[in-house]
């Protein structure tokens, strides 16, 4: 997490670096600074604030940031108290070097005291004051420039970082490196100016020429010339200039109040645009690069490991669901961060499935890459194009729902459910497992699907609505079976983490076995009850609830007049086959959490204590 942002050239640093943070703050949120070189008077200004982006903003109005070389930072907090000490960037006890650093530096205490013996004193709680302290070290020590004390530094180092670094001897040079966590530059015209970040968001307003700095690089970046990009061995590296294209029309909201219910809003097109060109032949066949190219690997497989956390993991219980179904495939859905720590036994006939929105998540990313030493397959469901897991995969599908903003995710979910369910679908086609007839009235039904999200999103006043009913509950509980079992989960997830209220998902069968105990007149239950073979039977357990005097809102398939006059509140979805209910039955649940956390007058795009992007374990 944290974003970090540099600018060296010709403009004005500041306004590129505090609308890169905005653009950034959705990767941490707790404080932020920025450090400017002014070339007239020869300082380095330095401000920083606890609090978001704009309080940065308030903080360094009226004072001194003019120059045309900076770096910037917003944070969120892994080592000491989220304040304005704590905040980057940090300063060597000399003064000469300045850092900012998205990571964690794991052998930090160690390097700490052993920088204290030699008689470094340090302000902060952090890691990153010990970096730039142990580079300002290797540099008086042995006299080296700053390329090559960030280099001798970071071969000391355990750990995680994208740095960036600036010496107030050398001030036309920006140094960054990186290690596990994702840092891109973008190349301004004929080589005059950098711009560089966390990702590609603050880049592309400027230019569309990027490279993508690879793990254990260090890049020199001097105004006015060529790009040079060494390895952590001191060897040269090529370097890879890519055309990244980004709509700069995705990344501002777009009319809504949040970037939350934008995205919530924008699903039936995303959906659109996930289909393009791989439904083909007027919706006669799924074509996929990944699974055409794979062909023989998948038609082999005898299992199939998807890993992935938080939203992704659900859509990967709901991927597995689809593959068991039509591909007859077995499948295990692990939580990244748990597999990489389980000794797991991979298999090099396993094909690895890792799903993440960000493409950045550190556990995800060790996942694969611990998998990939085994010899297995790696299949990324990615969405930030470009992004490490992307890059660390042997092939994949994007998603193609544009950026993803809010810290909730929503239209990321129903774009990676979307490819499980084209997935499964193309390669139970070509295994055998699934029937010609099925096959083609699934494809027919999925490209209804955003039509069909049109209708439910059209409900949103009337969730507005319901949600009021819900704001005071201190707990929540959302049940549901087979298919919609994920979709509770994912329920249960956007409301805990938007609302802060409490809220578990369940298989509604397993109610009985325990969280029943927990229903009262004050507990609201969540049923995701539409008409599927297990209807009946998720009906017994509504009774059970309300006989419990549990207060039920439940999502039923259009026209159900049996749970009407059951429950307290329903929201209605169009019937589809049950395979694709999640990517109607999930909507009314983002649209609840939304409204629920609106109602109380909270932070929706940046909850407390989240990051979007999670890069570290
Ligand atoms: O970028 P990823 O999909 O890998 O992120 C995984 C989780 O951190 C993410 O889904 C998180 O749970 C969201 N805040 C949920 O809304």
């Known amino acids: 997490m944290c974003g970090i ?21 959705y990767r941490g949120y707790d404080s932020a600074g920025t450090a400017i070189y002014d070339d007239k008077s020869r300082e380095l200004n330095i ?51 300045t850092i900012v650093h998205n990571g964690i530096i794991e052998n930090y205490i160690i390097l700490r005291d052993q920088l204290k013996d030699k008689g470094y004193h340090f302000k902060s709680e952090t890691d990153t004051e010990v970096l730039v302290q142990l580079i300002q070290y290797v540099m008086d020590s042995h006299n080296t420039d700053l390329v090559t004390s960030v280099r001798l530094a970071l071969e000391k180092v355990i750990g995680a970082y994208a740095i960036l670094v600036v010496d107030t001897k050398n001030p036309d040079t920006l140094v960054a490196a990186r290690k596990s966590s994702p840092m891109v530059i973008g190349i301004g015209e004929n080589n005059c100016e950098f711009f560089i970040a966390s990702d590609a968001s603050p880049i592309i307003e400027y230019t569309n020429r990027m490279v993508y700095l690879e793990d254990e690089q260090i890049a020199v970046c001097h105004r006015g010339e060529a790009l040079q990009i060494i390895a952590l061995d001191n060897s040269e590296v090529a370097v890879n200039v890519k055309k990244v294209n980004l709509d700069l029309s995705m990344l501002d909201k777009g009319g809504y109040p949040h970037f939350m219910l934008k995205e919530i809003h924008d699903q039936p097109q995303c959906i659109r645009d996930c289909m393009r060109g791989r439904i083909v032949q007027d919706g006669k066949r799924i074509v996929l690069s990944a699974v055409t190219e794979h062909r023989e690997e998948l038609l082999k497989a005898k299992r199939i490991i998807i890993v992935s956390c938080g939203t992704s993991w659900h859509a990967g219980l709901i991927g597995k669901l689809l593959i068991e179904q039509f591909c007859r495939i077995p499948v295990e859905v692990a939580y990244a961060s748990e597999f990489r720590y389980s000794d797991p036994v991979i298999d090099s006939n396993d094909i690895v499935i890792a799903i993440s929105q960000s493409g950045e998540t550190a556990d995800t990313l060790a996942a694969i890459q611990l998998a990939s030493e085994h010899g297995a397959l790696i299949f990324g469901i990615v969405n930030v194009v470009g992004s490490s897991i992307a890059r660390a995969s ?12 809010g810290v909730a995710s929503t239209k990321a979910f129903t774009g990676q459910v979307t490819v499980l369910t084209m997935i499964a679908l193309a390669v139970g086609r070509e295994r055998g497992t699934v029937s010609e ?37 201190h707990n929540m509980l959302y049940l549901g079976r087979a298919y919609n079992y994920p979709v509770a989960l994912e329920g249960a997830l956007k409301l805990k983490e938007i609302s802060y209220i409490h809220a578990e998902g369940y298989p509604a069968a397993e109610m ?3 969280p029943i105990a927990l229903v009262d007149e004050n507990m609201p239950v969540v049923f995701i009850a539409t008409h599927h073979k297990l209807y009946e039977k998720i009906l017994s357990n509504m009774q059970e609830v309300i006989a419990r005097k549990g207060k039920v809102l439940a999502i039923v398939t259009e026209g159900d007049e049996t749970i009407k006059g059951m429950a307290e509140n329903i929201i209605e979805v169009p019937q589809v086959d049950n395979s694709l209910a999640p990517l109607l039955t999930v909507l009314p649940l983002q649209m609840l959490a939304y409204h629920v956390a609106v109602a109380k007058g909270l932070d929706v795009d940046q909850p407390r204590n989240l990051a979007k992007s999670v890069t570290v374990e």
Request: hydrophobic letters at 30%; one cysteine or more; glycine letters at 10%.
């Open 437 to 473: 007839e099925k096959y083609s009235s699934l494809i027919n039904e999925l490209l209804t699907i955003p039509e069909l999200m049109e209708k439910v999103l059209a409900q949103d006043e009337k969730i507005k609505l319901i949600a009021q009913q819900y704001a005071t509950s």
């Open 512 to 514: 009985k076995h325990g």
């Open 394 to 405: 042997d092939t994949g599908t994007y998603i193609h729902v544009g950026p993803e903003i």
């Open 5 to 25: 942002v540099g600018y060296t050239g010709y403009r004005e640093a500041y306004p590129i670096l505090i609308k890169g943070l905005h653009r950034l703050e």
């Open 47 to 97: 401000y920083k604030a606890k609090g978001k982006v704009s309080d940065l903003e308030k903080a360094a109005m009226g004072h001194n940031h003019c120059g045309s070389l900076g770096i910037a930072h917003t944070r969120w907090a892994t080592h000491g108290h989220p304040n304005e000490t704590n905040a980057h960037p940090h300063v060597s006890e000399t003064g000469q070097l």
